[in-house]
């Protein structure tokens, strides 16, 4: 077992890790983050998606060691004294989900655009949503609600 | 909770990786020293794309004890170009640094278009060249784009270091030459001919797709036999990246360049050996399918360089 410190959502918290985890495991089963959710573990799908360093990162790819010191955000970071972010309200609106599962990985997507991309254009939030999957919405929903959440936090000219 | 999944008993992957110990050397001589300690028993880790999957298949045989991380290795992060000579580019450079760097877009065109092919955003922020080229999947995107400027790359050992051109490096799908205590260390892009323009084409399902069929082509001065220099290399198409050898010395024959393009399509379809999947076989494309590819796509990036008229 290794100490290893993360800042998630703004909260510093030390856990024990083992070589053999990897951050997907850190954050959903022993800091109970269940919006991060585990699906091919493979990079394939995209569902493990978080914040990592202000980048976006499959965490079943980065291994719990090499997190050490990072700074993550999940979507139960995204709330803020009882209010909801830009991006989720736009998923709400824009029904941006349908069963759920894919959500947590194409909002915090969103999020990151929003903050990183705000004159992102349609085809740049589709190339860097590309490598999560939904399996319901046939995407145009998630990237309407992407481009609402952007007009949302940066108003209309964003 | 823990998942392993199996069918027959057989695992295909399981949520844990392997017992490890890791390591994170700061120089390449710490590198070097843990694997010759460790030798068959130790891995390299890069941006971990690829290896997080073959550590949770337990496919890599025997499973390792050992991880070194070689992304804190300084000097492996390095891009340095020597003007008029070379361009190195360190082993740990991800896909997004190289996409990010202008130079390599005006020179090194095909290294660049093939980089910024690579899988999604969070594959090209943590993926690296070295561990493209290591890795030697059958359907790699940057070794065609290397092979058409005659890229080699440096391995280092205890025992002293070699340089490898690209094109004696692959044996076979995720086959090739290096040996367990050796790291590769950097890549080595020569200056390209004077004249010259690159390109990389990538036949792909959707944007973040793997190729059904790569190819990368360098042209100088087309219209002019006598100078004329056309280099044509493809992955996905066989049991590992190839540069078509026989093209520079066709496409200095003084025939018709439709003649000689015709011919070297030919050649190439030549080479087809099924590119390995996961499984042995290829879901993705049938062969006649691949074929055809080779076909319009060896036409539509020759008539990119050399009319500059884009038809795919
Ligand atoms: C979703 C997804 C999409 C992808 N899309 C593409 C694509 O479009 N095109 C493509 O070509 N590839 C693709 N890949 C494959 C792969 O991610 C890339 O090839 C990547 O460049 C591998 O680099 P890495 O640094 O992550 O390697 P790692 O996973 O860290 O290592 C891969 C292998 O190489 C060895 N290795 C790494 N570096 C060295 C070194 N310096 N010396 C010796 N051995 C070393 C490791 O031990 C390991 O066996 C994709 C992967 C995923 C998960
Ligand atoms: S669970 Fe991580 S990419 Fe699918
Ligand atoms: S809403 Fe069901 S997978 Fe996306």
């Known amino acids: 077992m290794v100490r290893i410190t993360l800042t998630v959502n703004g909260e510093k918290k030390e856990v024990d890790v083992s070589i053999s985890e990897s951050l997907l495991h850190v954050l959903r089963d022993k800091l109970h983050l269940r ?64 069963c759920g599962f894919c959500t947590p990985a194409f909002v915090l997507a969103g999020h990151w655009i929003v903050n990183n991309m705000p004159k992102a254009s349609e085809d740049e939030i589709r190339e860097i949503i590309s490598g999560i999957v939904c399996r319901c919405t046939g995407y145009k929903q998630i990237v309407d609600a992407i481009k609402y959440a952007i007009m949302l936090a940066h108003g209309e000219s964003g | 909770m823990s998942s392993v999944v199996e069918s027959k008993g057989v695992v295909f992957w399981r949520e844990y990786f392997p017992k490890l110990e890791y390591f994170k050397p ?5 590198a070097l020293d843990l694997l010759d300690k460790y030798g ?5 880790k890069a941006g971990a794309t690829c290896l997080t999957r073959a550590l949770r298949a337990r496919k890599i045989k ?43 877009k005006k ?20 993926g690296t060249i070295g561990g493209n080229i290591a890795n030697s999947s059958a359907q790699a995107d940057l070794p065609p784009a290397l092979m058409v400027f005659n890229a080699y790359v440096t391995l280092m050992s205890k025992e002293g270091s070699r340089k490898v051109p690209l094109t004696k490096f692959f044996l ?9 205590n050796e790291l590769l260390v950097s890549v080595h892009v020569p200056e390209p001919p004077e004249g010259a323009k690159s390109s990389y084409l990538k036949f792909k399902r959707s944007i973040e797709d793997r190729a059904l069929v790569g190819i990368a082509a360098l042209v100088a001065y087309p219209r002019d036999p006598s100078k004329r220099i056309i280099r044509l290399a493809y992955t996905a198409i066989s049991k ?73």
Request: hydrophobic share 40%.
């Open chain 1, 35 to 98: 919006s991060v959710k585990a699906n091919c573990y493979r990079g394939e799908c995209g569902i493990c998606t978080v914040i990592m360093n202000n980048r976006l990162v499959k965490s079943c790819q980065v291994l719990a060691v090499e997190a050490d010191g990072a700074e993550i955000i999940t979507v139960e970071g995204l709330t803020r004294d009882g209010k909801i972010a830009p991006i989720q309200r736009a998923f709400i609106e824009k029904f941006g989900f349908q």
């Open chain 2, 26 to 30: 700061k120089t390449i001589d710490e």
């Open chain 2, 62 to 104: 025997p499973i390792p004890k050992y991880l070194i991380d070689i992304t804190s290795i300084k000097e492996l992060k390095k891009i340095e170009y020597i003007d008029g000579n070379e361009l190195i580019i360190g082993a740990a450079v991800t896909h997004e640094e190289i996409i990010n760097n202008e130079l390599i």
């Open chain 2, 172 to 180: 076979g799908h995720k086959k090739n030459v290096m040996k367990p």
């Open chain 2, 107 to 126: 020179k090194f065109t095909a290294l660049w278009e093939a980089s910024a092919n690579i899988g999604d955003i969070e594959t090209r922020y943590r």
């Open chain 2, 240 to 312: 590992t990246p190839f540069l078509l050898s026989e093209a520079e010395e066709l496409f200095k024959q003084d025939k018709p360049l439709s003649k000689l393009i015709e011919e070297a399509i030919g050649i190439a379809q030549s080479k087809y050996g099924l590119p390995v999947g996961e499984r042995g076989i290829d879901l993705r494309a049938p062969k006649e399918y691949r074929l055809h590819l080779i076909r319009i796509g060896t036409k539509a990036i020759l008539k990119y360089l050399i009319e500059g008229i884009k038809v795919i």
């Open chain 2, 40 to 44: 068959r028993d130790a891995r390299i």
